[in-house]
Structures are given as C-alpha cells and as structure tokens.
C-alpha cells in the first residue's frame, strides 16, 4: 500500500500535465501575438482612415477656392462693384456678295404680304 499512489494525486498531477504543458504556453503565446497584431492592424486602419479624411478636407477646401477664385476670373465674372464695358470702335464690315442677295430676298418677302394686302 506504501507504494500506491492516491487518486487525488494522481488527478492533480494529470491535470498540471493538461494544464501547464509547454503546448498550451506556447498556444497562449501565439495568442498573445494575434491580439498584438490584431490590434495593431486596427489602429493602422484608423490612421489611415483619419488621413484619408484629412486628405478629403484639403481637396474639398482646394475645390472651394478654385470655385470662389480662379473660376470666376476665367470666365469673366468680376467680384466687387460693376464697372463699365470697356468700349471698342466698330469694326467695318464689308457685306460679301451672297449677303447683298440674301437681304434683298428678306426684304422682297417681307414687301410680298404688303402687297397682296391691297385690294
């Protein structure tokens, strides 16, 4: 009987085995790791993001200048108080030979209905 070994005993040294194994260290470790990169993959993702949206802000805030800028002096808006067209002599136009006869035709069709009004 000197030499048998309590149940109990038996019990806790089988479950110390279990439990505290160099396998289950080592499973708890890498564990540990995922976590680490886990969360360090999370955090990279909210900087990103957060740069992403601080890029979104310059380029929307870029737009608003062109918009209240360079767009209205391109095309010829002014901002402030209206002034005065600048006034250009006008050009002299000589009428080629097809606008010679295209007026006169408009003006024979407008002559047509005078005409044929009176009785």
Same mark, same amino acid.
């Given at each position: 009987m000197a030499d048998q070994v309590p149940l109990g005993l038996r019990l806790r040294e089988f479950l110390r085995y279990l439990c505290g194994s160099r396998l289950s260290a080592h499973l708890?470790? *890498?564990? !540990?790791?995922?976590? #680490?990169?886990?969360?360090? $993959? =999370? @955090?990279?993702?909210? *900087?990103? !993001?957060?740069?992403? #949206?601080?890029?979104?802000? $310059? =380029? @929307?805030?870029?737009?608003?200048?062109?918009?209240?800028?360079?767009?209205?002096?391109?095309?010829?808006?002014r901002l402030g108080p209206p002034s005065s067209p600048p006034s250009f002599p006008?050009?002299?136009?000589?009428?080629?030979?097809?606008?010679?006869?295209?007026d006169e035709h408009l003006a024979r069709q407008e002559a047509e209905p005078a005409l044929e009004e009176q009785p």
């Open positions: 708890e470790l *890498e564990l !540990a790791q995922l976590r #680490q990169d886990f969360e360090a $993959r =999370l @955090r990279e993702r909210d *900087e990103r !993001a957060a740069d992403q #949206q601080a890029e979104i802000e $310059r =380029l @929307r805030a870029k737009v608003a200048e062109y918009e209240l800028v360079l767009i209205p002096l391109s095309s010829g808006i006008d050009p002299i136009v000589e009428r080629s030979s097809w606008q010679a006869i295209r």
